[in-house]
């Protein structure tokens, strides 16, 4: 069975930093695209990073850009999302996601365009 699960969320101070870690089981990350999205209350879910099954290509939302770095550890079967000076506005629940991606493909940051997806870790900026 495919699996996704998030962890490393918690309760930070702004300018502070985390790391996010997204652990798959059931299937090789070496052939999927791994996306992180956040939602905030009220908020429409949004595609913050993404790589590729190779992790030779990335993206990132202009929002978070300079801020946060995706990797992966194929070994590991896990993906990261290392979160630098964490604004409030940052605060949501961030979710990992992936798709099959072709080997010259690039990710997208469109939330429709994957096809599983952990249950989320909640991240809080507050002082």
């Known amino acids: 069975q495919l699996q996704l699960v998030e962890s490393g969320g918690g309760l930070v101070q702004p300018g502070g930093s985390l790391r996010l870690s997204c652990a798959a089981s059931?299937?090789?990350?070496?052939?999927?695209?791994i996306g992180w999205f956040r939602q905030a209350p009220g908020k429409e879910r949004e595609g913050v990073s993404c790589?590729?099954?190779?992790?030779?290509?990335?993206d990132y939302a202009d929002s978070v850009k300079g801020r946060f770095t995706i990797s992966r550890d194929n070994a590991k079967n896990t993906v990261y999302l290392q979160i630098y000076s964490l604004k409030p506005e940052d605060t949501a629940i961030y979710y990992c996601?992936?798709?099959?991606?072709?080997?010259?493909?690039?990710?997208?940051?469109?939330?429709?365009?994957?096809?599983?997806w952990g249950q989320g870790t909640q991240v809080t900026v507050s002082s």
């Open positions: 059931g299937f090789t990350l070496d052939y999927y695209a």
């Open positions: 790589i590729t099954g190779s992790g030779d290509s990335t």
């Open positions: 996601a992936a798709y099959p991606i072709s080997l010259f493909s690039l990710c997208v940051l469109s939330p429709n365009e994957y096809d599983y």
